[in-house]
Structures are given as structure tokens and as C-alpha cells.
């Protein structure tokens, strides 16, 4: 990790490019949520199916843990969101991103035979968009352009020069 | 990391400072969009909003009126509405408990038995009971008794006095206030002698079997001054008192036609209730169920499934149209209906039963100048809940409540024009458990709304209407305030369903002489 991978123009601008969608889309679900006095994943948790639904479910039976789930909910969406966009601490909210998608997922997984209270505005079979986002995020950290192009080249600069 | 001072051999150029900060812009344009995004939400909210006065105020359940001295109740009847009720005033049979906490144990979402643990108690007692159902009485008797609330660890205590003879109950000292939970025959002929007694009463719906005695009744009653509160629980739905307050903002404009209906489709459902191996000529004391109905020699079937028969039931009309119409009549006040045209069938449940499986009652009311349908169907379960036509709106009542503009709405004619009202999207929509009444709620909240799911866990509580409806009724029996369905409220409901009866059994239609409080 110490060598700066060497990416051509396009390939670092597209990087950086998915990086910041990822990040805004991110940031938007958290602010969206932290706004709305009345927004509560307790549903979301409830219509929960697959293997690991009971796990899920037991995330709202307490309103004390639900409070909790909520609070690192919307403050995981947001600091990842602004992680992404900056390119601040980014390793660790990639990872954090790909770990918020694949509960996001393993909640409501798209398999053949469930069907979920929450509306999809598209078909899915298997693979759905938490699924695509959470392997995009893997592709940004597969591809790091945070030494180069984000707050985290100072560190890096410190470290490695 | 520990060399500070490295930026003058290395240090940070400008380059560096360029591309580190490169993407911080886009932060400004993410704010700009998401003040121009908060900004149109707000106008939408407020332009729809404008005008219509709802308050945004939770319900807040009162405070127990639990001072002063123990109630002490009686309980008539208790076969499967007596324990519900008995439930709601804080006594379960130790087996019940136990067996809800035992499911609890095994599945932690099921939270029946912490909510009937944390059901506030009311400061009452019941001191005696009356089943005419030998194992029935036994058990009434055992759950009044659990005081504690405890399961398989009960230690009988304190038992209550068994009656088999609802007179005698009426005449023990030990009794304030009764409760009313028999076949729809009995209802009033006890209600009356309770109120002559002079035991405040909580009867279960409906109020009488015959026109008769529901003016003997309310007479009974009124004379007598006790606080009586029917069995319509519905009377404490949060959405219910918040269709009310849409209705009285003309949110939905002229109402004109209303749609309430009963979709039901297994045998429990349709009265076919299941006969208990213990029950016999020996554990049942027959004469006394049959009471004024005419005679009819022992029947299992008759004593359990009761409501299938007109001899001591009031059908559709009497067990199901009645919450309906309880629903109109609090958000509405409609009161007695001018007339009544019922027409309906055996269609189904060809069991030997003499009451309809489908029933259908149109009732008019002149001086609103609105129709009120019920539609009711023991052999379907496609759900079509209770719905009130507006010129400018419609209104879904349930547990939730949505509210939709009409597309031809006069009232909403600009708004729609503009676009800023979609006829397909509600203008209004409320969800028990949530703060606020939204203008504008996303698709996502529609389907959990519908879906029951929302106000399930949030905010700690689910709370039992019915345990609402009997501590009102405890807390007027303290203050000498009225419940919110008493004599009155009983008398239109029992008069209203009777009319729907009537027409359907004398295939006519019926009229409601308002002046001399007579059906023709």
C-alpha cells in the first residue's frame, strides 16, 4: 500500500466519480432521516424475511435498543456519506458502507418466495441495488483513490513521503 | 506520523492542497440541493395543509381515577367475550397466563404477556361471578382470583362467590358494578335488573334482542342513574376521533355516502364456535340459558353457537353491523337512521342456522341527506373496510386513517389544477404512534401503515381498547361523569340494528317515527 497505484486520468476521475455518487446517496438517506421526527426503522426491521429475520426482529422489540439501532443508523449514513464525498477516513467508511448494505440486504434478501411490505421500484432476482452498491464500494476499496484525491492524502502524504 | 515538522522538506504544496480538497465542493452542492429539496417539501405540506385545523396531538391515555375504595365488580358470562373482558380489567386465568408466558419465552416479539403485566391496574376487585356453564363459572372464578397476574405459581386466595343464577348476583351486597358478557337474549333483560338494583353496568354490544326492552332500558337506566357504558370499544380508537375531526373541517366536504362492511371468512368467524368435551344437560343448566326464547329441548349447538340463531341472537345486524355503525355514529353523531332496507341469504353455512350469512342494510338519513351501506359477507375475506364518500374527498377508516382529494373536487379544484394535490396520492394520512398528521407521506410509509406494521412496537406501547373502554367506565363510576357510550349512544345503536333486522326478516322496509320513538 505504500506505492500510489498509478491510474490513468480517466480511470482515477471515474473512481473518484463513483465514490462521490455513492457518497451523496449516502449522506441524503441519513440527513433525510435524521430531519423526520417521526422516521423509525422499527417497520423496516419488522418486514424483515430469510435466515436472518429473528435477528432483525430482535433489534425492534425493545424500544431502548430501537433507539440505539436508529441513532447508528442515521450517524452511519451520514459520516459514511461524508467519508466518501471528502475522502476522509475513507477505508474505514468504505468498509462501514459495506457492512450498513449488507444488513441492508440480508434483511430483505430478494430470493425466490418472499415478498416484502417495503415497495421495490424495479425487479430483482437474487441481486438487487444494496447488493450492486455494496460491491461497488468493494471495487473502490479494491481501488483506492483516497491517497490521491480526497482529505486523506495529508495523512497519507505524512506517512509515506 | 511522530516527525510534526516535515512540511518543509516534504511539506504540503499546493498541488497537494488541490487535490485534497478537490471534491469538497460538491458538499456545497449537496447542501444547495437538499435546501431546495427541504424547501419544496415544505411548501407542498403547507399549501395542502392550509386551512384544515387537525391537531397534530398524540392521544395521550388519562390518568387512572384509581383513588378512593375498590370497585367491586360481578361478572355475568363467561364464555369467550366474559375472559377478554375480564383480561381488560386486569384478571386472567393462571393457565392463560402461563401459556402467554410461555410464548413469550419461546418467541421474544410475542409481548402479550409484558403488556398485560404493565396493564395499569384499576383498583377493582371482582367479588363475584355467574356462569350457568358449570366449567365456565369454575374458571371465572380462578381468574378472578389471580390478583397477582401469575401463572402455574398461583396460590387461589380471596376466591370470589359463584352464582348460578344472575338474580342472585344482582342482590350480594359485595357488588357495585356489573358486567354484562352473555347471548344477546339476556342482555338487557339483566342490564335492566342490575340497573333496578342499582349495579352500575358495562353490558356487551349489542344492547338489547328486542325493541321492547331497549326502552325498558333506557328507562331502567335513566331511573336508576347508574353508569352504564356499552360494549362498542371502538368508542376509544385513536384514528376514529381523528376522522372526526376531518369530518368536522369539511376536509373531505359533504359527506354523502358511507360504506362499512364485515369480511370474515373461517367457521369461528361465522359463530361456528367449538362445543367443549365437558359440556352436557348435567354441567349446563339448560332453562336457564333458553330464558324468554321460546323453548327448544338441549342443544350443544344452540348453547355454544348461539349467534346462529334468531332465538337468542340479533345476527349481523346485532353482533357486527353494530360496531359499524357505533364507528359513524361517534365520528359522525348520526343517531337513528329515518329507514332501514335489508336483503341478504343463507349461502354458505348451511348448518341449520336462521340467521344470514350475507346481509346487506341501506340506511338513509334524511336530515344529513347521506346513505349509510352495510355490507357484510361470512364466506369472503377480501378486506374492504369502512369508507366515507365526500364531494371534495375520501376517507379510509381503520386503525390507520387516509384521506384522499376527490379529482372533481370543488374545494380542491385550484390545488388540483396546479398539480399540487394528485388525487391518487392522500392528502392526509394518519398512524397511531406517530407524532404528527402527514400531508405528504412517502409510498413506503403507505404500505407499512397498511399494513399494521408501524405503530406495533414504537413508543413502548400497544394498548387494548377494550381495557380503555372499562376503565373509562370504572373512572365515571368514581367521578359521575358519562362514558363515551352510554344509554344513549346504546339506544340509537340498539334501535339502528334492530330496524336492519326487521326489514330483513319481514322483507320491507322499515321507518323511524323520530317523534314518537317508533318503528314503522
Redesign the interface.
Known sequence: MTDQPNYSNWQLTLL?VLR?LI??HF??EG?SKL?N??W?S??FL??SKGFLS?FF??F??N?DI?RIVDFLNIWGLILIG?GL???LFSRISIIAGIVLLGMYYLSHPPFIGYTF???TEGSYLWINKNLIEMTALAVLLAFPTWQ???????IF???Y? | MNDSNKNESSGISRRDVVKGLATVPVLGAFVYAFYRKRKYTKQLRNSILENINLSVDEQEIPEITSSGEKIRLGIIGFGIRGPQIAKAVGFLHPEDVEAMKQAAAANSGDTRYQEFIEQPNLNVEITAVCDIFTVYAKRAREAAANIERKGKDFESSNMPVVYDDFRELLADNNVDAVIIATPDHWHAPMAIAAAKAGKHIYCEKPMSWSVEETFELRKAVKEAGVVFQLGHQGRQTVAYKKAREVIDNHVIGNVNLIEVTTNRNTPNGAWVYPIHPQASPDTIDWPKFIGQAPWHDFSLERFFRWRCWWDYSTGLSGDLLTHEYDAMNQIMELGIPDSAVSSGGIYHFKDGRTVPDVLHTVFEFDEYDLTMIYSATLASSKDRGKVLMGHDGYMEVGNTLTVYADRDSTQYREKLNQGIINPSIPILSYVPGKKSIDAVTSATEQYFAGRGLVYTYRGGKRVDTTHLHIKEWIDCIRTGDTPSCNIDQGFEEAITAHMGTISYREGRRVHWDRENEKIL
Open positions: 473518484v462521490i457518497g451523496w449522506l441524503y440527513l430531519l421526527p417521526d423509525s422499527v417497520a419488522l418486514d429473528s426482529y430482535s425492534a422489540s424500544p430501537l461524508l464525498i471528502l475522502g411490505a417495503v415497495p490521491q484525491i480526497g482529505v486523506d492524502r495529508f502524504k505524512k506517512k513521503s
